[in-house]
């Protein structure tokens, strides 16, 4: 869901980066439980796909969140210059671009149990005929 802010729904919250969980580990959890599933835990595929959702998730709980954080604090330095700065009416950077490590864990998890989900029903309908 949107965040809540101003008294109106932010429908940016529903498709921009941050939040919780994590999407973007939702997602390469999910594709690489999937290429274990499809290509087997122990091939290349797989671990092509583990490396990949590492580097994402150390990513969106590194890099990202501290660069959210340094918008942050310069966010409130540009709110408090003078009405005459000429960067007074700059408009605000980004906050919410990464991840903590809470919202990364649930984002795995929800790939997880996502992927999972989806081979089962796969293999209940391959079953059926």
């Known amino acids: 869901m949107g965040r809540y802010q101003e008294s109106r729904w932010d429908v940016k919250q529903l ?24 290509d087997g835990f122990g091939g290349t595929s797989f671990a092509t796909a583990m490396i990949f959702a590492c580097v994402v998730m150390h990513d969106a709980l590194g890099v990202r969140l501290h660069a959210g954080r340094q918008a942050e604090v310069l966010n409130q330095i540009v709110f408090q210059l003078p009405a005459d700065h000429p960067l007074s009416e700059a408009r605000p950077l980004r906050e919410l671009i990464g991840h903590t490590p809470v919202q990364v864990l649930a984002g795995l998890i929800l790939g997880l149990v996502t992927s999972v989900i989806s081979c089962l029903v796969k293999a209940a309908v391959t079953q059926a005929w």
């Open 15 to 38: 498709i921009g980066s941050g939040g919780m969980p994590s999407s973007h580990s939702a997602t390469v959890t999910a594709l690489a439980v999937a290429v274990g599933f499809e």
